[in-house]
């Protein structure tokens, strides 16, 4: 049996392997392209999840210095919520009660720095109501 090349281009084509070096650079332009919306997205989401654990780990404080506060008309002497905030700790933030009194509480969380956006860096909690900085919350 004898074979006979056809040197014509359709036949060229069918043999060819691989890809070329500009749909190469393509496919790496659409992935870089993806990459440089999507990064941003991801790491604001991780944000905004750590500071929403960081807000219910507050909230959860000021519930129990209300539950003692209920019992003993004083937030001094509260040793649960400073048994909770201990627990709570983290490598990413770390939470205070501060300076709890008779009628008003405190308390804080901060966040290690460079890991957590500047203006988020510490989130606060008072007996009154207010959250400091309004923008984080």
């Given at each position: ?31 870089g392209i993806i990459a440089s919306i999507a990064y941003p ?45 201990d627990s709570q700790s983290n490598d990413l933030y770390t ?35 207010d959250r400091t900085p309004r923008d984080c919350w």
């Amino acid at each position: 049996m004898s074979y006979v090349f056809d040197c014509r281009a359709g036949d060229v084509s069918k043999h060819q392997r691989g890809f070329t070096l500009i749909e190469l650079l393509i496919a790496v332009v659409i992935i870089g392209i993806i990459a440089s919306i999507a990064y941003p997205n991801y790491t604001r989401y991780v944000e905004r999840s750590q500071r929403a654990e960081v807000k219910a780990v507050l909230m959860e404080t000021a519930s129990i210095l209300e539950r003692c506060y209920s019992n003993s008309y004083s937030y001094k002497s509260c040793t649960a919520a400073e048994q909770y905030l201990d627990s709570q700790s983290n490598d990413l933030y770390t939470f205070d009660l501060i300076e709890p009194s008779a009628g008003s509480y405190t308390v804080s969380a901060t966040g290690e720095e460079g890991r957590v956006k500047t203006g988020c860096k510490t989130l606060e909690l008072h007996s009154n109501g207010d959250r400091t900085p309004r923008d984080c919350w």
